[in-house]
């Protein structure tokens, strides 16, 4: 790897080291801790690669670029907690107030157990049961997964359509 590559790649992870530590990341399944040291640990790579190449006089500027805090901030390390809590309320509120789940919710408990796990009703009306405990919890990541992918709405409108067909069809089985 060229002198040129690991000043790239070392300038490009403590940028998106920064980057997590101050704005946070958005991934779905782990904290920004956890994030963070994965990041801390590709910046110690390619020092130690500088290291091994060259003498320290020629060690590159973004070599001595500090990080803020030490890379071991700990793997619960979320940033900006107060906004997706926030957020994870604001859209809750938005879930639960939707004229759909609230039709979902209700008519589920009149369809069978093969009904809803077919058309997966069960999954739609406990995103909200989920995001409502991720708040009570605390769980930042489920909180700002269910944030990232709020496009519930659109479900909800189409899971309410199916129940509504499903429950037809028994009352019309009942009658014949």
């Known amino acids: 790897m060229s002198q040129e590559d690991l000043i790239e790649k070392l300038e490009e992870r403590i940028k998106r080291w920064k980057h997590l530590y101050e704005k946070g990341g958005s991934d779905p399944l782990w904290s920004d ?16 690669l500088i290291e091994e190449k060259y003498d320290e006089k020629d060690y590159p500027k ?5 990080v803020p805090v030490k890379f071991e901030i700990g793997s619960d390390y979320m940033a900006k907690k107060d906004e997706i809590l926030k957020n994870a309320k604001v859209l809750l509120k ?19 157990k093969e009904q809803r796990l077919d058309n997966f009703l069960d999954v739609i009306v406990n995103r909200v049961r989920y995001l409502r405990k991720a ?4 769980n930042y ?17 189409e899971k309410a359509e199916i129940a509504k067909n499903l429950e037809n069809q028994n009352v019309q089985m009942c009658l014949i």
């Open 33 to 48: 801790g956890a994030n963070l040291a994965l990041v801390g640990n590709h910046i110690r790579y390619y020092k130690n």
């Open 94 to 112: 938005k879930w639960e107030t939707n004229t759909d789940y609230i039709y979902l919710k209700e008519r589920i408990k009149e369809l069978s």
């Open 62 to 66: 973004c070599y001595f670029w500090e």
């Open 141 to 157: 990541i489920e909180m700002r997964r269910s944030v990232i992918m709020h496009n519930l709405e659109d479900n909800l409108k």
């Open 135 to 138: 708040i009570k919890e605390k």
